[in-house]
């Protein structure tokens, strides 16, 4: 059975920096391709980032490029995003999700359970 656990959610204030993690167990982590999505209150869960299971590839959604990163450390099985620059509307709670195909923002079939992250202004 695939368990995703997310780690490194808080607050912080407008113009800060988090970073996520998420360890990946009970597959082989380097065949699978790892993304992040979250949900802000009252809205649709969202796609984020994500990054192929070789790590060369990566897709960002456009509000986020440029602020956050998407890594991976194969050695490890941990999915990180790295948050900069974060917004108030940056706050929902974040997902990690992994899934066999990569090239895709959605139809993923394992998921974490979720890290808030909450930026004040």
């Known amino acids: 059975q695939v368990q995703l656990v997310e780690s490194g959610g808080g607050l912080v204030k407008d113009g800060g920096s988090l970073r996520l993690s998420c360890v990946v167990s009970?597959?082989?982590?380097?065949?699978?391709?790892m993304a992040w999505f979250r949900q802000a209150p009252g809205k649709e869960r969202e796609f984020v980032a994500s990054?192929?299971?070789?790590?060369?590839?990566?897709d960002y959604t456009d509000s986020v490029k440029g602020r956050f990163t998407i890594s991976r450390d194969n050695t490890k099985s941990t999915v990180y995003l790295q948050m900069n620059t974060l917004k108030p509307e940056d706050t929902a709670v974040y997902y990690c999700?992994?899934?066999?195909?990569?090239?895709?923002?959605?139809?993923?079939?394992?998921w974490g359970q979720g890290t808030q992250v909450t930026v004040s202004s």
């Open positions: 009970g597959r082989t982590f380097s065949s699978l391709a």
């Open positions: 990054r192929s299971p070789n790590g060369v590839y990566t």
């Open positions: 999700a992994a899934s066999s195909f990569w090239g895709r923002r959605s139809g993923y079939s394992y």
